[in-house]
């Protein structure tokens, strides 16, 4: 039997899972780690967590299953995107982490713009600067840390870091360094012209490869202690959105997903680069040699059902636990007898700011028409509609740059919800669908590992063998018609508020 690993190094906890070669998962190992907040909007972890995290679960894993070394031909590693980990002279850890939803680098980013114009930036590297990638992080250690920033002699992704781990190789691949604003997106590698107006060495940057490219093979030590192989291969892997697009099989041109988790992506596979002059969506590499992805983010997904759930739906809470079934099971249930529309009420998701299309940090939420007719059930449905129609943007734009997706696959927990995803299918004009297999990310690192053991021809034909659709939701014409008129109107208010929330931010 021939084995491969998959490890998720995530933001909670990291996961590791071992399947067999037609995509089988026959164990799986978590284990949590801590959140530093030192200062507010201040987020960071210690590598040194994740590095255990990752030993524990690989070990228990392989043991759990009864795995011989030699059985396991791959291992790849997806991980959070644009976290900084230091390292000095020694390979030691110079500093905590920080990781991709830390906001102090406002400065740094108005440094980025006067450095090279906002155009420049989307031209080279596909996006506008922002405070939670990479570049911008280093830029702030170098100017509030000078000592640590002398002291590093490499800068590592998050699980860049746990290859070197396992393989003492300082490396990295294109989906995730993309995220790092230090490449040229469309030629698929570091770019001089970024790295010296940054004035940031290019040794200190890890060698590039593609995701499912050999970057090395286990230590001797490491394979000892964990069961593997000095033969078990490590390959480039992927960030997380883009492991999670080779585990849902949206590998091809026109295939894209919808993940409706804390904060909800639209990504969508395109076979030629496509960069947004605006700089509404993100465009990065993704896992499939020679081809991008272009993703839009929804800052508060399922947040806003959630919010509303644990806030004002306490009545559904109570009667879940004396059924003992998910709370969401009841609102949906009771959301179908509420007409499209939400007899006219609209939602904007705008919790914590927005990303795409507006790129508003100020932007509110807002319940647009309440009356007095208006019940719960009606608010429930219009959060789920409102969070529709943002997602909804977001493949509107993919469509402006002429990106046609033909096939939407649905994850993240709000996947799972039959009413959202016929929201969303009526919106996009398209059947959504979810798959059998639930691993996401893990599965699509252990799919590149596959590619780069031989197992598999390419990372299509592994999809092809190994994804498998389950339900499948059609629009529904009506539906359509209506959301369409929402959708118009949905739009228009983020319009007529967008100086209002300036002022709201001001009081």
């Known amino acids: 039997m021939r084995y491969l690993l998959g490890i998720d190094v995530g933001t909670s906890a990291t996961k590791t899972v071992l399947f067999d070669e037609n995509g089988v998962a026959l164990g799986s190992v978590s284990k949590e780690y801590d959140l530093l907040t030192p200062h507010n909007g201040w987020a960071e972890q210690r590598p040194e967590d994740w590095r255990d995290a990752v030993l524990f679960t690989v070990k228990e894993v392989v043991k759990k299953v009864g795995a011989q070394p030699d059985e396991i031909k791959g291992i790849g590693?997806?991980?959070?995107?644009?976290?900084?980990?230091?390292?000095?002279?020694?390979?030691?850890?110079?500093?905590?982490?920080?990781?991709?939803?830390?906001?102090?680098?406002?400065?740094?980013?108005?440094?980025?713009?006067?450095?090279?114009?906002?155009?420049?930036?989307?031209?080279?590297?596909?996006?506008?600067?922002?405070?939670?990638?990479?570049?911008?992080?280093?830029?702030?250690?170098?100017?509030?840390?000078?000592?640590?920033?002398?002291?590093?002699?490499?800068?590592?992704?998050?699980?860049?870091?746990?290859?070197?781990?396992?393989?003492g190789e300082f490396a990295t691949e294109v989906s995730d360094a993309s995220g790092m604003q230090l490449m040229d997106v469309a030629k698929r590698d570091w770019s001089q012209e970024v790295l010296d107006k940054l004035e940031i060495d290019r040794a200190l940057l890890g060698k590039m490869y593609e995701s499912c490219e050999v970057t090395g093979k286990v230590k001797a030590d490491v394979a000892a202690d964990l069961g593997l192989s000095t033969e078990t291969v490590v390959v480039g892997g992927a960030g997380d959105n883009a492991a999670a697009a080779v585990g849902t099989g949206v590998v091809k041109e026109g295939t894209a997903f919808t993940t409706i988790g804390t904060s909800g992506v639209v990504f969508a596979h395109t076979d030629k680069v496509s960069i947004d002059p605006k700089g509404r969506v993100h465009t990065c590499c993704c896992a499939v040699p020679g081809a991008w992805h272009i993703m839009g983010v929804t800052q508060a997904a399922g947040f806003s059902l959630k919010w509303f759930r644990d806030n004002f739906c306490q009545s559904?809470?109570?009667?879940?636990?004396?059924?003992?079934?998910?709370?969401?099971?009841?609102?949906?249930?009771?959301?179908?007898?509420?007409?499209?529309?939400?007899?006219?009420?609209?939602?904007?998701?705008?919790?914590n700011g927005e990303r795409t299309p507006h790129l508003d940090a100020e932007a509110r939420g807002v319940f647009f028409g309440l009356s007095g007719f208006h019940s719960q059930k009606h608010l429930l449905r219009a959060v789920m509609e409102g969070v529709s129609y943002s997602l909804c943007d977001c493949n509107e734009i993919l469509n402006e740059m002429?990106?046609?997706?033909?096939?939407?696959?649905a994850c993240g927990g709000g996947g799972k919800s039959k009413i959202w995803r016929q929201?969303?299918?009526?919106?996009?004009?398209?059947?959504?669908?979810?798959?059998?297999?639930?691993?996401?990310?893990?599965?699509?690192?252990?799919?590149?590992?596959?590619?780069?053991?031989?197992?598999?021809?390419?990372?299509?034909?592994?999809?092809?063998?190994?994804?498998?659709?389950?339900?499948?939701?059609?629009?529904?014409?009506?539906?359509?018609?209506?959301?369409?008129?929402y959708h118009k109107l949905y739009q228009k208010l983020y319009t007529d508020l967008k100086d209002d929330y300036k002022e709201l931010a001001q009081l």
């Not at 809470?317 to 009420?345: F, H």
């Not at 002429?402 to 696959?409: A, L, Q, Y």
């Not at 590992?449 to 499948?472: L, N, P, Y």
Request: proline share 6%; hydrophobic share 40%.
């Open 77 to 167: 590693i997806s991980g959070q995107m644009h976290g900084l980990v230091m390292l000095d002279e020694n390979g030691e850890v110079i500093r905590p982490s920080i990781i991709w939803c830390d906001q102090r680098t406002g400065a740094e980013v108005e440094d980025m713009l006067k450095i090279m114009p906002r155009e420049k930036w989307i031209e080279i590297t596909a996006n506008p600067p922002l405070t939670g990638w990479t570049a911008a992080k280093i830029l702030w250690v170098r100017k509030n840390e000078p000592e640590n920033y002398k002291r590093c002699k490499h800068i590592l992704l998050p699980k860049d870091y746990i290859r070197y781990i396992l393989t």
């Open 402 to 409: 002429g990106v046609k997706v033909n096939d939407m696959m």
């Open 316 to 351: 559904y809470i109570t009667k879940a636990q004396e059924l003992g079934v998910d709370p969401y099971d009841l609102i949906n249930e009771d959301i179908e007898s509420v007409p499209v529309g939400s007899d006219r009420l609209v939602y904007l998701p705008y919790l």
């Open 423 to 485: 929201m969303l299918s009526d919106l996009y004009g398209c059947n959504v669908a979810t798959i059998k297999q639930e691993e996401g990310p893990a599965l699509g690192v252990a799919i590149l590992a596959g590619v780069g053991s031989g197992i598999f021809e390419s990372v299509q034909a592994a999809c092809d063998k190994i994804i498998t659709k389950s339900a499948e939701t059609a629009p529904v014409a009506e539906n359509a018609e209506k959301y369409a008129k």
